[in-house]
């Protein structure tokens, strides 16, 4: 595995969006929902850097079934917030095509939130497929797959510290768990 962000330049860039999202919300009370499971590590970060009065909620979507490529995107949302007319920043590890944020988007604007906006750590460069972008961004990187900080391979490597690209005898090794 060859190592993309360390430690330190995770920490630099999340501490970085952090100060533009509060640049963008200032004081006011802001409702964060962290799309589970990749943003684990992003959403514990991210908010211990915010000073406004904040809320967490959490929803799962899940488009990825132990590979690679997508699938079918489903959202479980029984740890979700009321967000009516709140500020509402939704939060992801990576914007990849783009679908799961944009579905997540369009089902969370049903919910009639006072504003809306989207926070993710990586935005992989050149895959999007849809016409939204993420309002704050951590890092663009290249159309590599990544692990670490939360980011998963059929479930393993959100525990690594950095992020790392997986590469080809990665994805073909079994498990030694
Ligand atoms: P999208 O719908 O194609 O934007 O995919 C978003 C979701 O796919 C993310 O929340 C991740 O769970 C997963 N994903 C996309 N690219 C990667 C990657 O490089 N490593 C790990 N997960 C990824
Ligand atoms: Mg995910």
Redesign the pocket.
């Known amino acids: 595995m060859k190592i993309l962000l360390t430690e330190k330049e995770l920490d630099d860039g999340v501490a970085a969006m952090a100060q533009q999202i509060a640049h963008a919300y200032g004081d006011k009370p802001l409702t964060v929902i962290a799309?589970?499971?990749?943003?684990l590590i992003l959403l514990a970060d991210l908010i211990r850097y915010l000073e406004m009065p904040l809320r967490v909620g959490l929803i799962q979507?899940?488009?990825?079934r132990g590979g690679t490529t997508s699938g079918q995107l489903t959202i479980n949302e029984t740890m979700q917030l009321d967000i009516k007319d709140r500020d509402v920043l939704i939060i992801?590890?990576?914007f990849d095509t783009g679908k799961?944020l944009r579905e997540v988007m369009l089902r969370m604007a049903e919910l009639k939130p006072k504003s809306l906006r989207s926070a993710v750590l990586l935005n992989k460069q050149g895959k999007q497929e849809v016409s939204m972008q993420p309002d704050f961004v951590a890092f663009n990187i290249p159309d590599e797959f990544v692990v670490g900080y939360?980011?998963?391979y059929q479930d393993h490597y959100r525990n690594l510290p950095y992020l790392a690209c997986l590469e080809p005898q990665d994805l073909q090794s079994p498990f030694p768990l």
């Open positions: 799309i589970m499971t990749g943003s979507a899940s488009s990825y992801d590890d990576i799961t939360g980011l998963d």
